[in-house]
């Protein structure tokens, strides 16, 4: 009867906690089946948006690839986006469970008797439980770093997402100029054939010689290799932005008119923009996210320092007597030594050790941002002076080929002129180029949009959540070692 009560009682509270377990679930990783996957979802959701675009059949007109498309594409299929969403979910799974008091142990065997003065039974059972209790707030500090880890994913994920929508302003922005580029060069290229064209029948009229020809084709050449370079550099731009909003580049091929904001002659002031990037500088929330972790981490660590309190009761059967003794043990690690020494010290450390890659962080972003602003300031004034340049280098050419058809001048002079105009265009097209990508860089050194997009929406960008200051000091009964 008493081994049968032990027993029971053992065997009752182990099987009462089976329940709770969680069983294993193979999900095993296909490459095949998920990069046919991948593939059809490129084009699944560029037809998806290019039939509600059109209200009719996917293919019933071109799509129209406006900024706006291009940002609810990246919110939708990108795939850094997911990912970071993904690591977030991992870390509100963990936030959403509250840390368990520790698991109680339960001891039992046999216990032998020997000796001439055992009686009865040779063996009698013998069993016990055992509970720690936390006597300090080490569950409650773990809770509250599970929290912020939580919240510095979710930063993160935020983060990313305003990175790489900056990025797609970026990439946007220079697949409509690399466009704009291709056509003013196919201009020049047109412009080149019929200045070719013309040397060839002044040559035939006896105006003009063979070397002033060969001049003209070679010329004609480098300006198609020129114009091929161009193409080859916007397939690049395409497959970048391919690859950050997740949606096959065939889908870029139609951009409204017109696809880019004017540029301001202006920019806001170094102040105004430094005030803008304190709050919005995407690497500078995830290091004030990962102070506030640092800081529930150390608060956890010294919370460690207080042992937790055990109670056991056990029973057993005396070998000589039909009688059950039950026990009652209380105790408490003493601290004597290990007082989470390293730990803390780690903890500490690695709380400076933030605050100085946040230093340097904002070091970064502050010579970054003086940078970006020189540089478009700098690209502004070169850009009108290239407009002026550009109109009188037009009526130049104008006038030398009337010449030159007049036998006025010779064709040599007339290829100076063209070339001139030639390299002023291509200088106007990449000093507009460098323009965005300074305005685009000081935007991405502040972290926020300056400029809106035709059609763009505020919405379209989520804001970084607010977190609590990091020189929060800690509650009395915390006090933090020397």
């Not at 412009?191 to 105006?207: D, I, M, N, P």
């Not at 009652?328 to 010290?345: K, S, V």
């Not at 009526?395 to 058809?405: C, T």
Request: a neutral charge; glycine letters at 6%; aromatic letters at 6%.
């Amino acid at each position: 009867m008493r081994r049968h009560f032990i027993a029971t009682s053992l065997i009752t509270l182990f099987g009462l906690s089976l329940p709770g377990c969680k069983s294993y679930q193979a999900r095993p990783l296909l490459p095949q089946e998920v990069v046919a996957g991948v593939e059809r979802a490129r084009h699944f959701m560029g037809e998806q948006d290019r039939g509600a675009e059109s209200g009719t059949a996917a293919h019933a007109r071109p799509p129209i690839f406006s900024f706006t498309q291009a940002t609810e594409l990246m919110a939708r299929n990108s795939p850094a986006i997911r990912q970071a969403q993904a690591e977030y979910d991992t870390a509100l799974a963990l936030a959403k469970v509250k840390t368990p008091l520790p698991n109680p142990a339960i001891e039992a065997g046999p216990k032998f008797g020997f000796g001439p003065d055992v009686m009865r039974r040779a063996v009698e059972p013998f069993g016990s439980i055992g509970f720690s209790i936390p006597t300090g707030k080490r569950l409650k500090r773990q809770d509250e770093l599970n929290r912020m880890s939580a919240e510095m994913a979710l930063v993160e994920a935020i983060a990313k997402h305003r990175e790489l929508y900056l990025d797609l302003r970026r990439l946007y922005s220079r697949l409509a100029l690399g466009r704009a580029r291709i056509a003013s060069r196919k201009g020049i290229v047109e412009s080149a054939a019929k200045s070719v064209s013309l040397t060839k029948r002044l040559g035939e009229a006896g105006q003009t010689t063979a070397l002033d020809l060969s001049l003209l084709e070679v010329e004609y050449a480098r300006i198609q290799t020129d114009s091929i370079s161009s193409e080859k550099e916007l397939l690049f731009i395409e497959g970048e932005l391919s690859e950050l909003i997740g949606v096959h580049s065939d889908y870029f091929q139609t951009l409204p008119d017109p696809a880019l904001p004017e540029m301001p002659g202006q920019i806001l002031s170094i102040k105004e923009l430094q005030e803008i990037l304190v709050k919005n500088h995407p690497e500078l929330a995830r290091l004030r996210a990962s102070y506030e972790v640092s800081e529930r981490q150390l608060r956890l660590e010294i919370a460690k320092q207080f042992p937790d309190f055990h109670i056991g009761p056990s029973a057993e059967g005396d070998i000589n007597d039909r009688k059950t003794i039950l026990g009652l043990t209380l105790g408490i690690d003493i601290p004597a030594f290990d007082r989470n020494q390293q730990n803390i010290a780690t903890s500490l450390k690695r709380r400076d050790e933030i605050r100085v890659k946040y230093e340097a962080a904002a070091n970064k972003a502050l010579a970054t941002l003086d940078r970006a602003w020189r540089s478009y300031n700098l690209s502004i004034e070169k850009l009108k002076l290239l407009k002026i340049v550009s109109e009188k280098a037009s009526a130049s050419v104008e006038l030398a080929r009337k010449s030159l058809e007049a036998g006025a001048t010779d064709a040599l002079r007339f290829l100076e002129t063209e070339r001139a105009q030639r390299a002023i265009l291509i200088d106007a097209i990449d000093t507009e180029l460098a323009v965005r990508e300074a305005w685009i860089e000081t935007e991405q050194a502040v972290g926020f949009p300056l400029l809106a997009f035709p059609g763009e929406r505020a919405e379209a960008l989520p804001p970084l959540p607010d977190m609590p200051s990091g020189s929060q000091s800690l509650p009395s009964e915390e006090k933090q070692p020397k």
